[in-house]
């Protein structure tokens, strides 16, 4: 919409069960988007769960490897079933309560980024309505009803996300390369570009190269936009755009993600 009270409305009433609006535009719009795949990337630290003795793994070969982080198979689809709702409620709470404008300029990004005081009013509000209409069902249901559309959720979110960014295509970067060809190159694990039954069942969530250079485009335009940037940077970027399925694009998320965190030689990021 072309009014930004009518975007937020939006925002709060239908994204509440999914992500802290708050929280979200500054994690993801400001800080993902901005500095996709780089180590001021926040989602480069979404899975390493330092406060748990780093119970999970890396996604980028600049994070320090763990012992802990071999065992990522083990432990990705508990983990990625919980992405559901714990980022709702704990790490929104990390934004929102921590002072963002210091949090910001100790990772060197967006350093004038501050909760507004209506902003951290209404989501602590949602997340306690998210937290009370869970226990409501739970005590209605039981914990494996209330919890089981979070995990389903949690586990179609990260999947139809994570396997577009983590992979080694979508790591050899180019030290000043222009932002646009980078956003693309981070986008090296698109899948189903021509394939209308994915765009509809991860609403445009397959295509992250077209949403990263284009944000307020609609999703259901990506296939159309897709074509276009095939037609005109394939011979510049042949793997980022190459069509692929989604078994190949799993393929090379797991891949990537056992020479980062199990063999001892990662691939290493280009520098020039």
């Known amino acids: 919409f072309k009014s930004p009270g009518l975007n937020l409305f939006v925002a709060y009433t239908f994204g509440w069960l999914h992500a802290t609006p708050a929280a979200w535009i500054r994690q993801h719009n400001l800080g993902h988007h901005t500095y996709t795949n780089t180590l001021k990337d926040p989602d480069i630290y979404h899975h390493d769960m330092s406060c748990l003795n780093h119970l999970g793994w890396r996604n980028h070969v600049g994070v320090e490897k763990q012992p ?24 929104s709470s990390f934004w929102l309560l921590a ?121 259901f335009h990506y296939m159309a936009v ?15 755009l190459a069509d692929r399925n989604f078994a190949q694009a799993y393929k090379n998320w797991a891949m990537f993600l056992d020479e980062l965190n199990v063999t001892d030689e990662p691939p290493k990021t280009k520098t020039d």
């Not at 065992?71 to 990705?76: Q, V």
């Not at 209330?146 to 979110?157: K, N, R, W």
Request: a negative charge.
């Open 226 to 240: 897709y074509r276009i940037l095939q037609e005109v940077l394939s011979e510049t970027l042949p793997k980022t």
């Open 99 to 219: 002072e963002v404008s210091e949090t910001c300029r100790a990772l060197n990004i967006y350093p004038k980024s501050v909760v507004l005081d209506w902003e951290s009013k209404l989501s602590f509000f949602q997340m306690g309505l998210t937290i009370a209409l869970m226990s409501l069902a739970t005590y209605a249901h039981g914990f494996i009803i209330s919890a089981t559309p979070f995990a389903v959720h949690g586990l179609m979110y990260h999947h139809f996300t994570q396997l577009t960014h983590v992979n080694e295509a979508s790591h050899e970067l180019v030290q000043g390369e222009e932002w646009a060809i980078h956003q693309l190159r981070c986008a090296s694990g698109d899948f189903g570009q021509r394939s209308r039954f994915w765009l509809f069942t991860t609403i445009g969530l397959n295509m992250q190269a077209p949403h990263h250079i284009f944000p307020s485009l609609h999703w």
């Open 68 to 91: 802990m982080h071999a065992k990522w198979r083990y432990i990705c689809i508990p983990f990625t079933m919980l992405t559901g709702v714990v980022p709702l409620l704990v790490e």
